[in-house]
């Protein structure tokens, strides 16, 4: 599905938007911040502040590129090679953060304040128009903000199954709407379970109340993807496995026939969803920045220049005949770079069909169990489309389906997460990092920590 990013200060909607044809309000100014003394009234005032919801989700420090930048880089050993200037993202590169790194303060600052948008939006549910509406509302309210608050818990505290879920420190869980632009306000980190419990419930009220289909904003199936990711991520593998299949069997997606329809490659035009794409933030020549453009590609396609360049490591990973091999190019300046974001008013994809297959697969292999589909039969769909011989019952392995997934998600946000929960490691120079060590984790922003005395540093910061 299509996630139209608006601008705070846009007065009007473009023609663009106006011949979409959604079946909603579109011609309404996004509010980002509501004053106390300017309560809401009305449901035009509910859903206006819902749209300036999506419209944070859609930051370029969140969805709308830098999160997910950022979470390759991390995890990156050798696959890729950052040259650009900025030192603050340069650092999360090195795996030398420091705690007053600007991006990783921006990833935090812009997650609360859309978190507290849909605070907003909750507290005035009473405004809605219908008991329709307000599921409505309520639902895609849920959605962004459990999905931020899964990208805040699993970048600022330690992995799931790292010790003690119960003891080890989240991030706090600010469920009401405050005046405040941050959780300055003594509120301290509740505990990884906590956050994660938090994560679920909304998800599952959210898919709960959302319906199979919602125009450009998310819906059920939304819903159920992110589930499946917080499932994975703890290890809850049938829980992971029946979500993923809720949106298999919704019927509404289906795998395009190549790898590389699976992403919208028409240059410099303005970008739609393709068959497989189950939740994006989309970006118009009127308004949004895609920063996988902006990072990931040469500057004949609307990119920096020369960020980040693919290296020979992560080319060697495709096998012969592996279509997916040649999802890349070689620039005016001799760099090699991927062609997934060339498009510079392309989507910005979250969630694709395909991860929801892999998913399946994986848990289903480690759970013993065959929800939707087998182990083997997902895996070597997957293959197929990607050119590839299927795999026997001998050769499937959670290595083999580990791999898969690395390479069909390649560059898409999913690296360090991976990296983390299957245990693995990441080797940097001359250094390998665990897969539970500090400096995989993000620090608490030292302006939070100044802020904020009941906040608590994460180790090694």
Not at 130 to 141: F, K
Not at 339 to 345: A, L, P, W
Request: net charge neutral; proline share 3%.
């Amino acid at each position: 599905m299509q996630l139209y990013k608006r601008s705070v200060f846009a007065l009007t909607l473009t023609a663009g938007l106006l011949l979409a044809g959604c079946n909603r309000q579109l011609d309404i100014q996004p509010v980002n911040d509501v004053a106390p003394e300017q309560a809401l009234t009305n449901a035009v005032d509910l859903q206006s502040v819902l749209i300036g919801a999506y419209d944070g989700l859609s930051s370029v420090n969140l969805y709308g590129g830098d999160m997910l930048r950022d979470a390759e880089l991390l995890g990156n050993s050798s696959d890729v090679l950052w040259q650009g200037t900025f030192t603050t993202v340069r650092d999360i590169y090195r795996k030398r953060i420091l705690v007053d790194n600007g991006q990783v303060a921006s990833t935090w600052l812009d997650a609360y304040r859309t978190i507290n948008i849909c605070n907003k939006v909750l507290d005035n549910l009473s405004l809605a128009s219908s008991t329709a509406s307000r599921n409505r509302t309520e639902g895609e309210a849920k959605f962004i903000r459990a999905s931020l608050y899964f990208e805040l818990v699993r970048s600022f505290a330690r992995q799931w199954g790292d010790g003690d879920a119960n003891a080890n420190l989240g991030v706090p869980l600010v469920l009401t709407s405050t005046t405040a632009i941050s959780v300055a306000n003594n509120v301290p980190r509740n505990t990884v379970a906590a956050v994660y419990t938090q994560i679920i419930q909304d998800l599952t009220d959210a898919e709960s109340k959302l319906s199979a289909t919602n125009g450009y904003y998310a819906n059920k199936s939304a819903a159920a993807a992110m589930l499946s990711r917080v499932y994975l991520q703890k290890a809850d593998y049938p829980n992971a496995a029946s979500a993923a299949n809720r949106v298999i069997a919704s019927g509404l997606y289906q795998l395009v026939s190549e790898p590389q329809a699976a992403y919208d490659l028409q240059t410099f035009v303005n970008g739609s969803d393709t068959p497989e794409t189950v939740f994006s933030i989309h970006i118009t020549n009127q308004d949004g920045i895609n920063d996988l453009n902006t990072f990931y590609t040469s500057a004949q396609y609307g990119g920096r220049g020369s960020d980040i360049v693919i290296q020979e490591q992560h080319l060697g990973l495709y096998s012969a005949g592996d279509k997916r091999g040649n999802l890349f190019y070689e620039d005016e300046n001799g760099y090699v770079r991927t062609v997934k974001f060339v498009n510079k008013y392309g989507n910005v994809q979250i969630v694709r069909l395909a991860e929801m297959y892999l998913t399946r697969a994986e848990a289903n292999f480690r759970a013993g169990t065959s929800t939707g589909a087998t182990p083997l039969a997902d895996v070597n769909l997957i293959r197929a489309r990607a050119g590839l011989g299927a795999l026997t019952s001998a050769q499937l392995t959670a290595a083999a389906i580990l791999n898969e997934r690395r390479l069909e998600l390649a560059f898409e946000g999913t690296l360090i997460h991976d990296i983390k929960r299957s245990r693995q490691s990441v080797i940097f120079g001359s250094t390998t990092y665990q897969w539970n060590d500090p400096r995989l984790i993000y620090p608490i922003p030292l302006r939070e920590i100044n802020a904020n005395p009941a906040l608590l540093q994460n180790q090694g910061y």
